[in-house]
């Protein structure tokens, strides 16, 4: 009996952080759909061209979310030993970080942003007008970048309610972001209410004012609530942080920076990979991946379940109790993806019809779709077990799992199929999936072997 009420009261502990994080990141994936569908109604180009400058902004995403993931592990172990001081600090640190990689970001994009677009407009014998994505990319990243320091702000406080064990403002704030977003989306980008139409200006407009929206809500509610968000006291009297506690942030923290950098450029190169095979292949993986966004926030849910509720109990030195616990929620975000997989599986022909776009995009989204729902139980296991790693601080093996385990091993696989070979683009997408099964073998291994398991904030 008591191992059940225990599996019980993990259960409910796990949904608790899980939900708020799966309501939030689901609603503004869902929103995100409708936002592309909005944009994909415009033409293959628009579609295509605000498509690839999402997938370099998304190399900006990432390293926000893996600089800001290397002070959180501090916050959430700062959190469990109940040191609200600690916690502070950790949070000026992503503060003057993600300073940095705005400046950094928008300096990169100004100057090379036509270059870097260019990069994946290839001729091909599928039609697509280049001139007409170039143009569209270029209307749409001038405006995002405005957004860029939004989101930086945004994501500073609400990863460290998150990993202070409130994810509920968070996902409040994030579902009236996106409804203004879809709101705007509509009214701007076919001229509604009286409004011009804009086309992509529109969607870019109506997501940097979505983005701020949310930074403000989220940091209202913490200032106004301080006693139960202690940290939150003085936190702009100085940006001054311990210089051992920089130092060992950042030994963690670069690392995950770095491995966020490199995994994301790895995706972009293969992105670029599939380029190769014509616009309607960009099309059509934009698509697909839209949707896997959607439903993949699932397991990405149970991945930050992982972080904060492992992390904390490592933090609290229950080193035993976060073995036992880390295992079920593994197993518990594996099974739930099949189910999902499923779904997604059940609408792959159906969803890329949404598209104002031709057939030959449709059928390679649909083929992508079916292939992301069956390994989408693989990806859960490697999400969780990336987490489980780096809850214990082990950020050089995670570096080595995630980041560069793209750019050494499915990166030369599919640039050398793409280069050197006849294959389709689902052929060189399916490669990626094939090297991801090494990934899971060595994850298992490293997780069961208990490598990650210890208190990284003890005196």
């Known amino acids: 009996m008591k191992i059940i009420e225990r599996n019980?009261?993990?259960?409910?502990?796990?949904?608790?952080?899980?939900?708020?994080?799966?309501?939030?990141?689901?609603?503004?994936?869902?929103?995100?759909?409708?936002?592309?569908?909005?944009?994909?109604?415009?033409?293959?180009?628009?579609?295509?061209?605000?498509?690839?400058?999402?997938?370099?902004?998304?190399?900006?995403?990432?390293?926000?979310?893996?600089?800001?993931?290397?002070?959180?592990?501090?916050?959430?172990?700062?959190?469990?030993?109940?040191?609200?001081?600690?916690?502070?600090?950790?949070?000026r640190f992503k503060l003057v970080l993600g300073s940095i990689l705005v400046c950094g970001a928008v300096l990169i994009m100004t100057f090379f942003g036509r270059d870097l677009i260019g990069f994946y407009l290839n001729e091909s014998a599928d039609g697509g007008d280049l001139a007409a994505a170039m143009h569209s990319g270029l209307l749409y990243l001038d405006i995002m970048l405005i957004g860029l320091p939004g989101f930086a702000l945004a994501q500073a406080y609400s990863t460290t309610l998150?990993?202070?064990?409130?994810?509920?403002?968070?996902?409040?704030?994030?579902?009236?972001?996106?409804?203004?977003?879809?709101?705007?989306?509509?009214?701007l980008i076919y001229g509604k209410l009286g409004f011009s139409a804009m086309g992509v200006r529109g969607a870019a407009i109506a997501t940097v004012i979505s983005r701020y929206i949310e930074a403000a809500i989220i940091m209202v509610w913490t200032h106004r609530n301080t006693d139960s968000q202690p940290y939150a006291k003085g936190l702009y009297r100085t940006l001054r942080i311990p210089r051992t506690l920089v130092s060992r942030i950042s030994s963690k923290g670069m690392i995950l920076l770095l491995n966020e950098a490199l995994w994301s450029m790895g995706m972009t190169l293969l992105a670029q990979c599939y380029s190769?095979?014509?616009?309607?292949?960009?099309?059509?993986?934009?698509?697909?991946?839209?949707?896997n966004m959607l439903f993949k926030v699932v397991f990405l849910a149970f991945g930050?379940?992982?972080?904060?509720?492992?992390?904390?109990?490592?933090?609290?030195?229950?080193?035993?109790?976060?073995?036992?616990?880390?295992?079920?929620?593994?197993?518990?975000?594996?099974?739930?993806?099949?189910?999902?997989?499923?779904?997604?599986?059940s609408i792959s022909r159906l969803f890329p019809k949404l598209y104002n776009t031709n057939e030959v995009a449709r059928a390679i989204a649909t083929s992508l779709i079916i292939t992301q729902g069956i390994c989408l139980p693989i990806e859960a296991f490697k999400n969780a077990t990336y987490f489980t790693l780096r809850s214990g601080g082990r950020t050089f093996i995670t570096f080595l799992f995630d980041g560069f385990y793209v750019i050494a091993v499915s990166f030369p696989v599919v640039f050398v199929l793409s280069r050197f070979t006849d294959a389709s683009v689902l052929w060189l997408f399916v490669s990626v999936q094939i090297t991801g099964i090494l990934k899971c073998i060595l994850g298992f291994i490293l997780v069961k072997r208990g490598v990650w398991i210890r208190n990284i904030v003890v005196e």
């Open 8 to 91: 019980k009261t993990l259960l409910k502990t796990v949904f608790m952080v899980a939900f708020p994080i799966m309501v939030q990141n689901g609603f503004t994936n869902f929103v995100n759909l409708l936002d592309n569908i909005m944009v994909g109604r415009l033409g293959t180009e628009q579609m295509s061209g605000v498509a690839i400058v999402n997938e370099l902004l998304f190399v900006y995403n990432l390293c926000i979310f893996g600089g800001f993931s290397g002070a959180g592990i501090f916050t959430a172990q700062y959190f469990g030993k109940g040191d609200p001081e600690g916690v502070r600090n950790t949070f």
């Open 162 to 187: 998150r990993e202070c064990g409130q994810a509920l403002v968070p996902m409040q704030a994030g579902i009236a972001a996106v409804v203004v977003n879809l709101g705007l989306n509509y009214v």
């Open 276 to 291: 190769m095979r014509g616009l309607n292949a960009v099309a059509g993986v934009h698509m697909a991946e839209t949707i």
């Open 304 to 345: 930050s379940s992982v972080g904060i509720i492992v992390g904390g109990l490592l933090g609290a030195g229950k080193l035993e109790e976060a073995r036992e616990t880390d295992k079920k929620i593994i197993m518990l975000s594996v099974f739930i993806s099949f189910f999902v997989g499923l779904v997604m599986i």
